[in-house]
């Protein structure tokens, strides 16, 4: 496969993915505004975050063995960024 097709192929694969991630995301939102019932208190956008966030770090670099500069490069942020995040979320070694 030459380099053109893989990306064509890597592109599609992405493609599908993000909606099924973003419906995820959707129906968290939905369900956590359902269970408060009442207006959810001010911070929403932190509180997703920070619950999105831990996660997907500790997952990102299980994928790459602990690897942060492969880790760092597949969430498209600075290695150093990655290790304040990995400390403010207590999943630094």
Not at 20 to 46: I, K, M, Q, T
Not at 74 to 83: D, P, S
Request: hydrophobic fraction near 40%; charged fraction near 25%.
């Amino acid at each position: 496969m030459n380099a053109v097709s893989l990306s064509r192929a890597e592109s599609v694969h992405e493609s599908l993915l993000q909606p099924a991630l973003r419906e995820c995301v959707s129906r968290a939102v939905r369900r956590y505004l359902a269970d408060v019932e009442s207006e959810p208190g001010e911070g929403l956008h932190a509180l997703v975050m920070c619950e999105v966030e831990s996660p997907l770090l500790r997952e990102v670099m299980a994928w790459y063995g602990g690897n942060q500069s492969k880790a760092a490069a597949a969430l498209g942020i600075n290695r150093a960024t990655l290790r304040k995040k990995l400390q403010q979320y207590g999943l630094a070694d």
